[in-house]
C-alpha cells in the first residue's frame, strides 16, 4: 500500500450504484473535475478524484516522478481501498490524457477490481517515439539531469473553446507550466509499453477524443481501440471539439455526461461480487 497521503475529493450520492475513480492529466489536479462529479452523482454514480503525487495539493516535486509506474501502483492501491470501501458496487475508472496512460499502464497487469475502463484524450502518440537518436538523446539527457524542467507550452486555447474555462486555467496557481525531464521521459517509455503490451488488456473500454485535439492526437485513441484485446469496446469521436471534452460548451459536456452514464450503468447491471454465487 503507498504511503501517499494524497489530496482526494469526492461526490458520493445516497445510492449510489457504481462508483468511478478519476484520474487527471499532467500538469493539473482532481478539483479541475469536481463539475463532472457532480453531473454524475446526479445520475447515482459515486465519484473519486484525487491529485496524483506531484500535482494539485498532493505531496512531491512538482510535475517530477522518479518513476512513472508509481502513477499506475497509486492508482491501483486507491482503487483496491475504493473496493473495500464500496462493497457490493462495481467500480470503474477514467483517465483522462496522462491519466488515460496511467490507466493503461495500470490495466496490463492489475485493476483486477476494475469494471470498465474509460478514456479521454488518450496520449499514446503526444509524446516521441524515443526511437532511434531522439530516444538516446532524451535517454542520456534524463540521467544526467532529471529534474531539468521543461516547459509544457499550456496554450488553455488548445484545452477548450469556453473563454471562461481558459480563464480559470491560466489562472489556477495549482496548474504547474513545466515538467521534470525525468516525468516527460517517463511518460514517454509508459507510452512505448502501453502499444506493446496492450493485447494484454480484456477489460471493457470506452474511448472518447475530441477531433480537433492538437493536444493528444485522435490517433491516440484509434490505437488504443485498435490494440487492447477486450471484447467489449468502443470508439466515440466528437468532431470541433477540442482537448478536454468535458469543459467544452454545455450542450458538448451534457452529451459526454450522458454517455459516460449510460455505459457505466449498463455494465453495472446485475453486477455481483467476484468470488460470490
Known amino acids: 500500500m503507498t504511503d501517499v497521503q494524497f489530496q482526494r ?29 457532480e453531473a454524475l452523482a446526479c445520475e447515482h454514480i459515486a465519484c473519486l478524484l484525487y491529485d496524483q503525487r506531484g500535482h494539485g495539493a498532493s505531496p ?10 508509481w502513477f499506475a501502483d497509486d492508482l491501483e492501491c486507491i482503487g483496491e481501498a475504493a473496493a473495500k470501501r464500496f462493497p457490493g ?22 485493476l483486477k477490481w476494475a469494471r470498465g475502463i474509460i478514456t479521454s484524450g488518450c496520449a499514446l502518440d503526444a509524446l516521441p517515439k524515443l526511437d532511434g ?28 473553446q469556453v473563454p471562461e474555462v481558459q480563464q480559470r486555467h491560466m489562472s489556477d496557481p495549482l496548474v504547474p507550466r513545466t515538467a521534470s525531464l525525468q516525468l516527460l521521459y517517463g511518460f514517454a517509455l509508459a507510452c512505448r509499453k ?19 485535439d492538437a493536444v493528444c492526437p485522435v490517433s491516440g485513441s484509434r490505437a ?20 478536454e471534452i468535458h469543459n467544452e460548451d454545455d450542450g458538448a459536456r451534457t452529451v459526454f455526461f450522458e454517455l459516460m452514464t449510460c455505459w457505466i450503468l449498463e455494465r ?10
Request: glycine share 10%.
Open 9 to 37: 475529493y469526492e461526490v458520493v450520492p445516497n445510492d449510489p450504484k457504481a462508483v468511478l475513480i478519476i484520474v487527471h492529466g499532467i500538469a493539473e489536479h482532481g478539483g479541475r473535475y469536481c463539475h463532472v462529479a
Open 60 to 69: 512531491g516535486t512538482r510535475t517530477h516522478i522518479d518513476d512513472f509506474t
Open 89 to 110: 458496487l462495481p467500480l470503474f475508472v477514467w483517465g483522462h490524457s496522462m491519466g488515460s496512460v496511467v490507466v493503461m499502464l495500470a490495466a496490463i497487469d492489475g
Open 133 to 160: 537518436l531522439v530516444g538516446g538523446a532524451l535517454k542520456l539527457g534524463t540521467a544526467l539531469l532529471p529534474r531539468l524542467r521543461i516547459s509544457l507550452r499550456i496554450d488553455a486555447r488548445t484545452l477548450t
Open 194 to 212: 502501453c502499444r506493446s503490451q496492450a493485447p494484454k488488456i480484456t477489460l471493457p473500454w470506452l474511448a472518447v477524443h475530441g477531433e480537433a
Open 224 to 243: 488504443l481501440i485498435s490494440a487492447i484485446a477486450s471484447q467489449d469496446k468502443r470508439l466515440v469521436t466528437y468532431p470541433g471539439l477540442l482537448h
Open 268 to 277: 453495472a447491471k446485475g453486477y455481483t461480487v467476484p468470488g460470490i454465487l
